[in-house]
């Protein structure tokens, strides 16, 4: 049930609503509301701050600079003092425009106020007050539990969507996330002391651009129901599509990128529409003005476009369409109007738009006019083969057209001009016509009417079937002999036709499915279900026997009604086909078809080889890596020790006791470190084993942080720890977790310049508690954050004696084996921060102040 608005009393004019629309706090909306609010008084406006919230932003606080603020209410609810909209000063004061911040805040209980302030805002609007308020996407009831999975926040301050549709004006404040973060680190929207907090948990980028998402389709929704009322006020008819699957026909001409542009737009009227672009190549191979240039730019223009190409062969090409059009569950078909003129449409019958429109069904149909409408060729194409009406006139022309010409000849006029010669050779005229029609069965139906007629009418004597000049049969029989030549010549010069049409088709399909082969775009099923397509079958699979153990390319009935057909496909696999019976020509095709799909199985096996051999090549990469780095990071402790124990048991030197004090230092520090290069190494070999022992339980960061920094070297920078005291316990292994923090300060040290400090701080957001190990050193370039976690890898580090570069990886290494994630990003200012995520030890605890975060309105 939606919430009733209240009516002005006596019909007086009810206020304007307009909404400024955010994805997330921090873009802006409330800037842009004053700085609207700013203009309007310019031009001579009475407007009124009624409530704003600025949030210790100081660019906001300054655009209150010359507006009339009104005095908050004062109110108190179980002891503690707050400030809330004053809503009878304002309606008191009764200003033209109101400016009244965050819509979706929940009153403070008592005193009768309403609980909402959406509420106390509609009570302005039935008083007559203009007001421009501000929410985020986050605060709308429908989107309430998509924003709670996308940022494990809870919201408990919503506002019924009908509310917000309702507003005349809604402007959405749109702002890229990598912007909003930059806001963020320049402390423009939180105090410094939340900024790590916030850009690790609700503002991640991920979050922020599902955020940005949801408030341009909501907004796109809106602007729809605005543009559908309108129609509706005016009386423009039609209906708008819900989420469409739109097919558009290509015949390879230069209508196609119109065609192609127009389908996208109607799949575009729906979130998730689909768009398919479909070229039917006829089973006999003939097509008319078919462009295969313009075709494969076509295709690139569809895919550009997020949608798939398709090629299928179809005896008849609206049939085709439309089934495949059912096939894939299409709602819509996009064709061009035809090319052809109006004499071609009037000699040749319906056309492939007209044919389709009346066996679509429920499927809609749209013919797209374009700049090439009419202007094809005046006569059909030679190449054309005989359809249906063709094929029946053409018989019945080879009897009615010499009929007729019989009859134009015994007109007294006509006869009186014309002699044997001149009537035959209009009977050989006829005879041509006839086969062009018809093909060669008609003509010698005209020819041997038109023989016959001569013989009747025109050779004497006349009116009978009988010869007395010789010579008259002379040009009879060769009138007969030239009639059945020339309809010969004509048949033959059409089947050759046809014959180079269907190569050049044969040719244009294996070069389209070539293509798909050589971009490595699609999988053997993708390939299986492109022939499927293609040849109109109902199944296509790959087998490494063919049915029945029937012989190679064998054809034989198969399951449920149909022909299988079977072809090589590479070493040991067949390509069977389940469907319809296959012509000589068509599994010609097939064949090279199944040698393409025999390829890619090959490629894809060779694929997987190379992918085995991978894993052995790094192995091999590592274990040249780990032979350079003991040849001189393992050798360099062991000679220092080595050095100071064998000076310690010479007997030719005197040393003083200080210098024995140093040399055992010196051989305890070299054999420390020594250990430390061990252990980082047996470590690292165990996880790649996948033999490290964990004993996971409740650990506090306090209780591994002073053992991690006392293993730091006495000369590392200080190390600054803060907001450790209300961080849940985690669960780690607390000898693991150690290694981990003590090798990413480390780390940090290693880069920290001279006199600067390494921050060490803490936050708990969703379950997990992330620490951060901040430096202000150089940072990493991002094409280099891969490599960073790679064994025996020193990025910028010369100094060799920094040690094997295992510190990084072993640190991941050890953070995922305790299902926790370590992770690097710049430090704001310059620098890297490598945030160290891990499981909370009880997940049922709920860090303080996360909905404070994830709740804020500010704009």
């Not at 005095?71 to 009244?100: N, W």
């Not at 809106?222 to 005016?234: M, P």
């Amino acid at each position: 049930m939606s919430p009733e608005l209240e009516t002005p009393p006596g019909g007086g004019r009810r206020g304007r609503l307009k909404v400024y629309l955010g994805a997330a706090p921090g873009v802006g909306k409330t800037y842009r509301m004053l700085d609207e609010a700013r203009r309007r008084v310019a031009r001579g406006a009475d407007v009124v701050v009624g409530l704003v919230e600025c949030h210790g932003r100081r660019g906001t606080e300054a655009m209150l600079g010359g507006l009339e603020i009104l005095p908050r209410a004062r109110c108190s609810y179980r002891g503690g003092a707050f400030t809330e909209l004053d809503l009878d000063g304002l309606l008191a004061r009764r200003p033209q425009i109101a400016l009244v911040d965050e819509f979706a805040h929940s009153n403070v209980p008592g005193d009768g106020r309403n609980p909402k302030r959406w509420q106390d805002i509609d009570r302005l609007l039935t008083a007559g007050i203009d007001v421009v308020t501000t929410i985020n996407i986050q605060h709308l009831e429908s989107l309430n539990d998509v924003v709670e999975k996308i940022t494990s926040v809870p919201q408990h301050e919503t506002v019924p969507d009908e509310v917000v549709r309702r507003a005349d004006q809604i402007e959405l404040v749109d702002m890229p996330p990598e912007a909003l973060r930059r806001r963020m680190a320049h402390g423009d929207v939180y105090a410094p002391e939340k900024i790590d907090a916030a850009l690790a948990s609700y503002f991640r980028p991920g979050n922020l651009t599902a955020l940005r998402q949801l408030a341009l389709l909501w907004v796109a929704d809106r602007v729809d129901e605005a543009l559908q009322s309108y129609r509706s006020e005016h009386g423009i008819g039609g209906v708008w599509e819900t989420r469409e699957r739109v097919v558009v026909a290509l015949t390879g001409g230069p209508e196609g990128d119109t065609l192609i542009r127009r389908a996208a737009r109607i799949a575009d009227r729906s979130a998730g529409g689909d768009l398919l672009a479909v070229h039917v190549t006829r089973s006999d191979g003939l097509a008319t003005g078919t462009s295969h240039a313009l075709l494969a730019r076509q295709r690139r223009l569809v895919e550009d476009l997020g949608g798939s190409y398709h090629s299928v062969v179809g005896d008849s090409v609206p049939t085709a369409l439309v089934e495949f059009a059912r096939a894939e569950n299409a709602t819509q078909l996009v064709l061009g109007t035809s090319r052809r003129r109006r004499l071609e449409r009037f000699l040749t019958g319906r056309g492939t738009g007209d044919t389709v429109v009346g066996i679509s069904g429920d499927i809609d149909v749209h013919i797209v006019s374009h700049e090439r409408a009419g202007h094809g060729t005046l006569l059909p194409s030679r190449r054309r083969t005989l359809s249906g009406p063709r094929r029946v006139g053409g018989p019945v022309a080879g009897l009615l057209l010499p009929l007729a010409l019989t009859g134009l000849l015994q007109l007294d006029t006509v006869r009186a001009h014309l002699n044997l010669t001149s009537e035959s050779l209009l009977f050989l005229l006829a005879v041509v016509g006839v086969a062009c029609i018809g093909g060669v069965v008609s003509a010698v139906i005209a020819s041997v009417t038109a023989s016959l007629l001569l013989n009747y009418w025109f050779v004497a004597p006349r009116g009978q079937f009988t010869l007395a000049d010789p010579n008259a049969l002379v040009a009879l029989t060769v009138f007969a002999v030239v009639a059945a030549t020339v309809a010969a010549v004509v048949d033959r010069s059409l089947r050759l036709s046809r014959r180079s049409a269907r190569a050049t088709a044969e040719a244009e399909t294996m070069s389209s499915l070539a293509g798909t082969i050589v971009r490595g775009g699609q999988t053997i099923p993708a390939l299986l279900e492109r022939t499927r397509e293609t040849f109109g079958v109902a199944s296509a699979e790959l087998v490494e026997e063919p049915p029945d153990h029937s012989q190679e390319g064998a054809e034989h009935p198969g399951h449920g009604g149909g022909e299988v057909t079977a072809v090589p496909a590479g070493t040991g696999r067949y390509l069977v086909l389940r469907g319809s019976a296959l012509g000589s020509s068509e599994r010609r095709v097939l064949a090279a078809f199944a040698a393409h799909v025999g390829a890619a199985v090959e490629r894809a096996r060779l694929a997987e080889a190379a992918a085995e051999v991978e894993p052995v090549k790094a192995a091999d990469r590592m274990r040249t890596a780990l032979l350079r780095a003991v040849g001189h990071d393992l050798r360099t402790p062991l000679a220092s020790g080595w050095a100071a124990v064998t000076s310690l048991r010479s007997r030719d030197v005197e040393f003083s006791p200080e210098d024995q004090d140093e040399l055992l230092a010196t051989a305890d520090e070299s054999m420390a470190r020594l250990n430390r290069l061990v252990e980082n190494l047996l470590d690292l070999s165990r996880l790649q084993a996948g033999a490290l022992t964990l004993n996971l339980r409740a650990t506090a960061l306090e209780e591994v942080l002073p053992p991690a920094l006392d293993s730091l070297p006495g000369d590392a920078p200080g190390v600054v720890v803060r907001d450790m005291e209300e961080i849940p316990d985690v669960l780690a292994d607390p000898p693991l977790l150690e290694r981990v923090i003590a090798n990413l300060i480390g780390n940090a040290a290693r880069y920290t310049p001279a006199g600067g400090r390494v921050l060490v701080t803490a936050s708990a957001l969703a379950g997990r508690v992330e620490l951060r190990v901040v430096d202000r050193g150089p940072g990493l370039p991002a094409g280099d954050r891969d490599r960073l976690f790679e064994p025996f890898q020193r990025l910028g580090d010369t100094d060799n004696s920094a040690g094997l570069g295992l510190g990084l990886a072993l640190a991941r290494g050890l953070a995922e084996a305790m299902d926790g994630t370590l992770a690097p990003e710049d430090t704001p200012g310059g620098g890297l921060t490598m945030v160290l995520s891990l499981p909370f030890a009880d997940r049922t605890f709920r860090p303080p102040g996360v909905r404070q975060l994830g709740g804020a309105q500010g704009g």
